[in-house]
């Protein structure tokens, strides 16, 4: 069984950077995928960032350049580096991972970006 736990959410200022982690307790030394999906008010669930288990990343169009996925295999915690924050960026934030048949979610972390 795995559990992840997300941490690091806050608010800033417009401009300002955040690193999220999702610490995980249980087996995960091999996983089909890990990724941050964020959820803000009135809108659907969308995914942020993804890392596969080859290493290649995928980043939506709207954080790409400014937002970096990554992990610590001996930590066992992956991060999400947020840099030049906007209000837009203003949502929920919630860690996943994929390990075989098995979908696992943290419970989330706010994060607000002030204007």
């Known amino acids: 069984q795995v559990q992840l736990v997300e941490s690091g959410g806050a608010l800033v200022q417009a401009g300002g950077s955040l690193r999220l982690s999702c610490a995980a307790s249980?087996?995960?030394?091999?996983?089909?995928?890990m990724g941050w999906y964020r959820q803000a008010p009135g809108k659907q669930r969308e995914l942020v960032a993804s890392m596969f288990s080859g290493g290649s990343t995928n980043y939506a169009d709207s954080v790409k350049g400014r937002f970096t996925i990554s992990r610590d295999n001996a930590k066992k915690t992956v991060y999400l580096q947020m840099n030049s924050l906007r209000p837009e960026d203003t949502a929920v934030y919630y860690c996943?991972?994929?390990?075989?048949?098995?979908?696992?979610w943290g419970q989330g972390t706010q994060v607000t970006v002030s204007s």
């Open positions: 996943n991972m994929v390990i075989g048949a098995r979908t696992y």
């Open positions: 249980g087996s995960i030394s091999i996983f089909n995928a």
